[in-house]
């Protein structure tokens, strides 16, 4: 079993910055690529971005040039960078981390951007 524990969400002004951090704990072993989903109210949740175990990433094209993932494998933690947010960033975030035969989840944490 792995449990996640995201950090950092809050209320900040447009232009602004935030910065996320999940740290995984139990079989931390078993966990290959981490990500961060969001999900705003009324719509689907959508992958943010993703790293790999070898910091490969993978982002949406939607925050491309404003949000940075990057982890630290020692403290198996992954991090969202969140420069210039917009109102639109507005969501619920969640860290997922992927283990061989499942993929686990953060309870989540709100980041809300005001205009």
């Known amino acids: 079993q792995v449990q996640l524990v995201e950090t950092g969400g809050g209320l900040v002004q447009a232009g602004g910055s935030l910065r996320l951090s999940c740290t995984a704990s139990g079989s931390t072993g078993s966990i290959g690529t981490m990500g961060w989903y969001r999900q705003a109210p009324g719509k689907q949740r959508d992958l943010v971005a993703d790293?790999?175990?070898?910091?490969?990433?993978n982002y949406a094209d939607s925050v491309k040039g404003r949000f940075t993932i990057s982890r630290d494998n020692a403290k198996s933690t992954v991090y969202l960078q969140m420069n210039s947010l917009k109102p639109e960033d507005t969501a619920v975030y969640s860290c997922t981390a992927r283990a061989v035969l499942r993929a686990y989840w953060g309870q989540g944490t709100q980041v809300t951007v005001s205009s």
């Open positions: 790293i790999t175990y070898g910091g490969t990433t």
